[in-house]
């Protein structure tokens, strides 16, 4: 099973910007044949999707909540996924996961259920 470990959380001030990576490890998995995706958890509320990128890079996804403000994008070569968030928004607060799709060159995005490996996630905090 891969490994999946993010980096980049932090405090910042509304209207801010933050870029989070998350790097992926196994001898075993081939980065650039899994669609990558980053959801995130609030205190007191359910996990929730926030971007996917599929496999090769070409397709993108967004929760209508962040679309234009975030960016989601990937270097296979460095086995990693990023995300560069913009215009931040207390509301934003949140731990940040990246998950790895547990099929490989699938086309779509694929349900939560079907993400297969997830990072510690790392912590956003937007202040007012």
């Known amino acids: 099973q891969v490994q999946l470990v993010e980096s980049g959380g932090g405090l910042v001030q509304a209207g801010g910007s933050l870029k989070l990576s998350c790097v992926a490890s196994a001898r075993t998995f081939t980065f650039g044949l899994y669609g990558m995706g980053w959801f995130r958890q609030a205190p007191g509320k359910e996990r929730e999707f926030v971007a996917h990128i599929n496999w090769r890079g070409t397709s993108t996804y967004y929760a209508d909540s962040v679309k234009g403000r975030f960016t989601i994008s990937r270097d296979n070569a460095k086995k990693t996924v990023y995300l560069q968030m913009n215009s931040l928004k207390p509301e934003d607060t949140a731990l940040y996961y990246c998950?790895?799709?547990?099929?490989?060159?699938?086309?779509?995005?694929?349900?939560?259920?079907?993400?297969?490996?997830w990072g510690q996630g790392t912590q956003v905090t937007v202040s007012s």
């Open positions: 998950a790895a799709d547990n099929l490989q060159l699938r086309p779509g995005v694929p349900n939560q259920g079907d993400y297969g490996s």
